[in-house]
């Protein structure tokens, strides 16, 4: 029988689990992945020579568009760099809304590694549950901004503008009979801030139902246990932050260790 050997393949930008902004050439034992050539830039906008003839404002909504799954999160560092070059206060009030907003981004960001990474697993059903608790998220960003994406809802010195006193509800539609606009608007009869409060009691009960469709799904654990695992020590060589790094079991979270604005209250 003829020997097998190492075969090399191309991975992304095009292939779907690639999203468009990675290319991988790698060398596959079998589905086993011996060793990676990365390619980055792909997502590169120039975003710098962009900005270089345009306003500290007028240049914020670029921001959104360098991650488009963070998007407050990027306005967020890109203000609070503006803001301690020319030593702004920002209103407490404008702090708690900015790290409140920072958070449902990173809601919003998860979730679609959550679904996205259990889809391309072979997990479909998770990202469909994912999806359904992205839809909320993106009302409140709607909310206060009128886009659900990009927002551009942050400001040198504050935000656009405040919460609004009561959260938008469903209207009457040919696809929507009073029955199912009477569920769809059930808890949007307070303010956003009821809304959020809302949408957090329920999200513990969504993420135990992401916790019963993979924890213990034999195909999900088949294709990550064991696989791509990080030490400590090369996951702070490599400079991993965030997730990646407390996953490799270093606490380490720049909201506690370097934290702005308000997060050390």
Request: charged share 25%.
């Amino acid at each position: 029988m003829a020997e097998i050997k190492n075969y090399t393949l191309n991975f992304g930008p095009q292939h779907p689990a690639a999203h468009g902004v990675l290319r991988l050439v790698l060398e596959l034992d079998g589905e086993v992945v011996q060793r990676a050539d990365p390619h980055i830039g792909l997502l590169h906008r120039a975003t710098e020579k962009l900005a270089e003839g345009k306003t500290f404002i007028q240049s914020l909504p670029y921001m959104d568009r360098l991650d488009y799954v963070s998007m407050m999160c990027n306005e967020h560092a890109y203000c609070l760099a503006i803001e301690k070059l020319l030593g702004l206060d920002v209103p407490i009030r404008a702090q708690y809304i900015r790290v409140m907003f920072s958070e449902i981004t990173r809601l919003l960001n998860h979730l679609m590694w959550l679904g996205s990474h259990g889809n391309d697993c072979g997990s479909s059903t998770i990202l469909i549950y994912a999806f359904r608790e992205r839809e909320d998220l993106f009302d409140m960003y709607e909310a206060v901004s009128g886009a659900r994406m990009h927002a551009a809802y942050f400001r040198p010195g504050g935000v656009y503008r405040d919460l609004p006193d009561t959260m938008p509800q469903y209207k009457v539609s040919k696809i929507k009979n009073a029955k199912a606009l009477a569920r769809m608007n059930e808890n949007r009869q307070g303010s956003m801030l009821d809304f959020i409060d809302d949408f957090t009691k329920r999200f513990v009960k969504h993420m135990e139902e992401y916790h019963t469709l993979l924890t213990d799904n034999r195909i999900w654990k088949q294709r990550t246990v064991g696989i791509g695992v990080m030490t400590p020590e090369r996951a702070l060589n490599l400079g991993l932050t965030g997730p990646m790094l407390r996953g490799s079991g270093i606490a380490w979270d720049l909201r506690k260790t370097q934290p702005y604005d308000v997060y050390d209250r």
